[in-house]
């Protein structure tokens, strides 16, 4: 009996070693490699991913922004426009059935991109912004960083990449439908695209209204559309939001670790053409479901999907902004009046402009043009006006629009004045100047803005459209700088002290605990309503504060929630060209058409620069009777021939303008940083980011026939003046900076007519007043709305 008993005890010991190994302290060594994220102090529930390394290579300061590629399989050169450019027949009864599809595209259309297109495009901006691909053969992995280059190349590359929905063609042709399958397939093959000219890059995506099926239409998550895109996107989303990108559409993703993040929205649930869902409807106190917690995302069947997607962004950007983060936020749908629900619009207008210090960017796609909008908080302006009214003794309270001196006046050629912004109409809109749609719109935007001397910053923002891909108008991209001096950092926590102690006073208010409570409104019908007949502009407040219903409603009385804690600052990138503040972006087209017309050349043999296939002569007669055959055969094995040189032809952009100053955008020719003047040098530079690699501007000065030597000699006798750190749009941020301001010969002034110091609420708003009392640069604006591609106003 003795074996049992040892046997027990043997036992006995081994398990009492293993408790003890178990509730031994584990090595640091390996806590660290077995916890993918750890939770900082404050607050508990915030995972914090892993912080950057002195190793890790400095970044670029650019990143990459492109928008609607809408690729489409179908699509056939020389088919009928009027068919969506699939078919040889025009539809009946259609004026322009010999309007016939161009070989890259058809400008200024409803036809959407040949893939042709999108993997040119995608390549050329490859080739000239990013350092030699990786050798054959190599590993690189999407998640091993942008490649890095050296030399003639140092400074070149993308830190990110902003994609911001729309990758599958429009439904506009009933004889071959869409389907759920082929938009997946669509999205894949543009992944595929962007991957292989961009390896390594990171790219931030989001969900555009014809990324689902049928469009416009998403159902609360989570769905199939979600659930597959998670498995698309797997490697762009980062793990642990698979779960909040499944319930709702949307991620938050670091893009430099513990510094600068990127908040993709799913807009399609703030979209007012989303007939799934109620328009972030409000939410009663404690029914928040999984949706109302921030942290997780999604939703229960009782809250709205937008509504949850608030409350999530709310709380994110609390959290960004607790760790001293940044934050640009994206999505497919720009967040303006004539796009969201009105409670989407004005909650998600109220939550950025309450995280002004964190919020450094917005960037959209969607609507195919180039423009900027002010997004303005108009209740705290009218409070502050009927304040100042008071004390005045003025009576009743001025519109918002009204705080300027007089608004803002526009000198027509007569030499009277208008007042911009006053039309004599009681509906308070601008006056129009003659343009219509998207422009008569942002014109009353910009005319209704107060002056320089009586703005408070602390009350507005802006946001960005995009123009895209697909030729809506022309095809274009954006590439954007931004300062990386990181000594400049700003520190939320130092500057907004008081208001954080205010905060925290209570819980951050979500759903509808910070909103009025107010009955529901009646939403008006848009179905059927077009991009182009939408109404653009800031909503016009009413004499109470409030902005004007539809169909002239009443609301009932109000139950005011807990005042909001704003999170502003003049020191915070938004505001100040400070670290992680945009410096300015140049801005690059397509002339789709001029390119259409050169590979026609070809296909017909007349080009005389690169084909080398000759016109088959037209025979003298008395031939055999083989003759004809022979002919024929001939004329095939030419347009083969032809078609085959043809496709090497690859497409080039042009740069149609900047944001820079001039000694910022041509400093590379001016004073080259070296490097055997390729891309000048790296990020780290004093100087800042390059904003144009050297190559590109010297193909616009032989474009426009300016020898770099005018440029030199145009700095000649031109004195530095001393710029402070804030408005130095050449350098990365820091201390006062020498800054040539010059004037470059009048060819090339079209490309930095904006001139801007960087890219701050003061700076856009500043150009937002230029642009109504400068009547030049206001058409140049204008053209470049829709990529200079010819249309004026609404298509």
Same mark, same amino acid.
């Given at each position: 009996?003795?074996?049992?008993?040892?046997? !027990?005890?043997?036992?006995?010991?081994?398990?009492?070693?293993?408790?003890?190994?178990?509730?031994?302290?584990? @090595?640091?060594?390996?806590?660290?490699?077995?916890?993918?994220?750890?939770?900082?102090?404050?607050?508990?529930?915030?995972?914090?991913?892993?912080?950057?390394?002195?190793?890790?290579?400095?970044?670029?300061? #650019?990143?990459?922004?492109?928008?609607?590629?809408?690729?489409?399989?179908?699509? %056939?050169?020389?088919?009928?426009?009027?068919?969506?450019?699939?078919?040889?027949? @025009?539809?009946?009864?259609?004026?322009?059935?010999?309007?016939?599809?161009?070989?890259?595209? !058809?400008?200024?259309?409803?036809?959407?991109?040949?893939?042709?297109?999108?993997?040119?495009?995608?390549?050329?901006?490859?080739?000239?912004?990013?350092?030699?691909?990786?050798?054959?053969?190599?590993?690189?992995?999407?998640?091993?960083?942008?490649?890095?280059?050296?030399?003639?190349?140092?400074?070149?590359? $993308?830190?990110?990449?902003? &994609? !911001?929905?729309?990758?599958?063609?429009?439904?506009?042709?009933?004889?071959? @439908?869409?389907?759920?399958?082929?938009?997946?397939?669509?999205?894949?093959?543009?992944?595929?695209?962007?991957?292989?000219?961009?390896?390594?890059?990171?790219?931030?995506?989001?969900?555009?209204?014809?990324?689902? $099926?049928?469009?416009?239409?998403?159902?609360?998550?989570?769905?199939?559309?979600?659930?597959?895109?998670?498995?698309?996107?797997?490697?762009?989303?980062?793990?642990?939001?698979?779960?909040?990108?499944?319930?709702?559409?949307?991620?938050? %993703?670091?893009?430099?670790?513990?510094?600068?993040?990127?908040?993709?929205?799913?807009?399609?649930? $703030?979209?007012?053409?989303? %007939?799934?869902?109620?328009?972030?409807? *409000?939410?009663?106190?404690?029914?928040?479901?999984?949706?109302?917690?921030?942290?997780?995302?999604?939703?229960? =069947?009782?809250?709205?999907?937008?509504?949850?997607?608030?409350?999530?962004?709310?709380?994110?950007?609390?959290?960004?902004?607790?760790?001293?983060?940044?934050?640009?936020?994206?999505?497919?749908?720009?967040?303006?009046?004539?796009?969201?629900?009105?409670?989407?619009?004005?909650?998600?207008?109220?939550?950025?402009? #309450?995280?002004?210090?964190?919020?450094?960017?917005?960037?959209?796609?969607?609507?195919?043009?180039?423009?900027?909008?002010?997004?303005?908080?108009?209740?705290?302006?009218?409070?502050?006006?009927?304040?100042?009214?008071?004390?005045?003794?003025?009576?009743?309270?001025?519109?918002?629009?009204?705080?300027?001196?007089?608004?803002?006046?526009?000198?027509?050629?007569?030499?009277?004045?208008?007042?911009?912004?006053?039309?004599?109409?009681?509906?308070?809109?601008?006056?129009?100047?003659?343009?219509?749609?998207?422009?008569?719109?942002? #014109?009353?935007?910009?005319?209704?803005?107060?002056?320089?001397?009586? !703005?408070?910053?602390d009350y507005y923002s802006f946001f960005f459209t995009a123009p895209s891909i697909i030729p809506t108008y022309y095809p274009s991209f954006r590439v954007w700088t931004y300062n990386t001096?990181?000594? /400049?950092?700003?520190?939320? =926590?130092?500057?907004?002290?008081?208001?954080?102690?205010?905060?925290?006073?209570?819980?951050?208010?979500?759903?509808?605990?910070?909103?009025?409570?107010?009955?529901?409104?009646?939403?008006?019908?848009?179905?059927?309503?077009?991009?182009?007949?939408?109404?653009?502009?800031?909503?016009?407040?009413?004499?109470?504060?409030?902005?004007?219903?539809?169909?002239?409603? %009443?609301?009932?009385?109000?139950?005011?929630?807990?005042?909001?804690?704003?999170?502003?600052?003049?020191?915070?990138?938004?505001?100040?060209?400070?670290?992680?503040?945009?410096?300015?972006?140049?801005? &690059?087209?397509?002339?789709?058409?001029?390119?259409?017309?050169?590979?026609?050349?070809?296909?017909?043999?007349?080009?005389?620069?690169?084909?080398?296939?000759?016109?088959?002569?037209?025979?003298?007669?008395?031939?055999?009777?083989?003759?004809?055959?022979?002919?024929?055969?001939?004329?095939?094995?030419?347009? #083969?021939?032809?078609?085959?040189?043809?496709?090497?032809?690859?497409?080039?952009?042009?740069?149609?303008?900047?944001?820079?100053?001039?000694?910022?955008?041509?400093?590379?020719?001016?004073?080259?940083?070296?490097?055997?003047?390729?891309?000048?040098?790296?990020?780290?530079?004093?100087?800042?980011?390059?904003?144009?690699?050297?190559?590109?501007?010297?193909?616009?000065?032989?474009?426009?026939?300016?020898?770099?030597?005018?440029?030199?000699?145009?700095? /000649?006798?031109?004195?530095?003046?001393?710029?402070?750190?804030?408005?130095?749009?050449?350098?990365?941020?820091?201390?006062?900076?020498?800054?040539? *301001?010059?004037?470059?010969?009048?060819?090339?002034?079209?490309?930095?007519?904006?001139?801007?110091?960087?890219?701050?609420?003061?700076?856009?708003?500043?150009?937002?007043?230029?642009?109504?009392?400068?009547?030049?640069?206001?058409?140049?604006?204008?053209?470049?709305?829709?990529?200079?591609?010819?249309?004026?106003?609404?298509?």
């Amino acid at each position: 009996m003795v074996a049992p008993a040892t046997t !027990t005890t043997a036992t006995a010991t081994a398990a009492a070693a293993v408790l003890l190994l178990l509730l031994a302290p584990l @090595p640091a060594t390996f806590a660290a490699s077995q916890v993918p994220w750890q939770q900082p102090p404050d607050p508990p529930s915030a995972p914090a991913l892993s912080s950057s390394s002195s190793s890790s290579p400095s970044p670029y300061g #650019r990143f990459l922004h492109i928008t609607d590629l809408h690729p489409d399989t179908f699509y %056939k050169h020389g088919s009928a426009v009027s068919s969506g450019c699939h078919h040889n027949k @025009p539809k009946k009864k259609k004026k322009d059935g010999r309007w016939r599809a161009g070989w890259w595209g !058809t400008g200024v259309s409803d036809c959407d991109s040949p893939p042709r297109l999108v993997t040119s495009s995608l390549k050329w901006i490859s080739q000239n912004w990013l350092p030699a691909h990786p050798q054959a053969g190599s590993t690189s992995s999407i998640d091993d960083g942008p490649p890095r280059g050296n030399g003639s190349t140092a400074g070149q590359g $993308f830190d990110f990449i902003l &994609w !911001t929905g729309d990758s599958a063609r429009h439904d506009i042709d009933d004889k071959v @439908p869409r389907t759920l399958a082929e938009i997946f397939d669509l999205n894949r093959w543009t992944l595929d695209q962007i991957q292989s000219a961009f390896p390594g890059v990171p790219v931030v995506p989001s969900l555009g209204n014809n990324d689902i $099926f049928p469009h416009n239409i998403l159902f609360p998550g989570p769905n199939r559309i979600t659930k597959e895109f998670v498995r698309i996107w797997a490697d762009h989303i980062p793990e642990y939001e698979f779960h909040t990108f499944e319930q709702g559409g949307y991620y938050v %993703k670091e893009l430099l670790p513990n510094r600068l993040a990127a908040m993709s929205l799913n807009t399609l649930y $703030f979209y007012d053409s989303n %007939k799934a869902v109620d328009g972030c409807a *409000k939410t009663n106190r404690g029914r928040h479901g999984r949706g109302g917690g921030g942290g997780g995302g999604g939703g229960d =069947s009782d809250v709205d999907p937008g509504t949850a997607q608030l409350d999530w962004l709310e709380v994110q950007l609390d959290l960004l902004r607790r760790r001293k983060m940044q934050a640009h936020i994206l999505g497919h749908v720009p967040p303006t009046a004539g796009n969201y629900f009105p409670r989407c619009y004005r909650r998600y207008t109220d939550i950025v402009l #309450r995280y002004q210090d964190t919020v450094v960017g917005q960037h959209f796609g969607h609507m195919n043009t180039d423009a900027f909008f002010v997004q303005e908080d108009q209740e705290a302006l009218y409070a502050a006006g009927a304040a100042e009214a008071e004390e005045t003794g003025m009576g009743d309270a001025v519109a918002p629009s009204s705080l300027a001196s007089g608004g803002i006046i526009d000198d027509d050629d007569d030499g009277d004045a208008t007042i911009m912004g006053d039309d004599g109409d009681d509906d308070g809109g601008a006056t129009i100047m003659g343009d219509d749609g998207l422009p008569a719109d942002l #014109r009353q935007d910009y005319s209704s803005l107060p002056g320089k001397a009586r !703005t408070n910053d602390d009350y507005y923002s802006f946001f960005f459209t995009a123009p895209s891909i697909i030729p809506t108008y022309y095809p274009s991209f954006r590439v954007w700088t931004y300062n990386t001096t990181e000594a /400049e950092r700003y520190d939320g =926590s130092v500057a907004d002290a008081a208001r954080i102690d205010a905060a925290e006073d209570g819980d951050v208010q979500t759903g509808a605990e910070g909103e009025d409570d107010e009955d529901e409104e009646d939403e008006e019908d848009d179905d059927g309503i077009d991009i182009a007949s939408r109404r653009h502009h800031r909503p016009l407040p009413d004499r109470d504060g409030k902005h004007k219903k539809k169909h002239g409603k %009443k609301k009932k009385k109000k139950r005011h929630g807990k005042e909001r804690p704003r999170h502003v600052s003049p020191d915070s990138p938004s505001r100040r060209n400070t670290y992680l503040s945009l410096l300015g972006y140049s801005q &690059w087209v397509m002339d789709i058409d001029e390119q259409n017309e050169h590979v026609e050349r070809i296909l017909d043999g007349t080009a005389n620069s690169t084909s080398t296939v000759q016109p088959l002569k037209g025979g003298s007669g008395g031939g055999g009777k083989h003759d004809g055959h022979e002919d024929e055969e001939e004329r095939r094995r030419q347009r #083969r021939r032809r078609r085959h040189e043809a496709e090497k032809v690859e497409v080039d952009f042009r740069l149609e303008y900047t944001t820079y100053t001039p000694s910022t955008l041509w400093q590379e020719i001016v004073r080259p940083r070296g490097g055997g003047g390729g891309g000048g040098a790296g990020a780290g530079s004093e100087l800042g980011p390059v904003p144009v690699p050297r190559h590109l501007l010297e193909l616009e000065l032989d474009r426009l026939g300016v020898h770099p030597s005018a440029l030199a000699t145009s700095t /000649e006798g031109q004195e530095d003046d001393d710029v402070d750190e804030g408005e130095g749009a050449g350098d990365a941020g820091g201390s006062l900076t020498r800054v040539r *301001k010059w004037k470059p010969p009048k060819a090339l002034r079209k490309f930095t007519d904006y001139s801007l110091p960087a890219i701050t609420v003061d700076s856009m708003m500043d150009l937002a007043r230029r642009l109504v009392v400068d009547k030049k640069l206001w058409k140049r604006f204008v053209r470049r709305i829709y990529a200079e591609s010819g249309v004026k106003g609404k298509k």
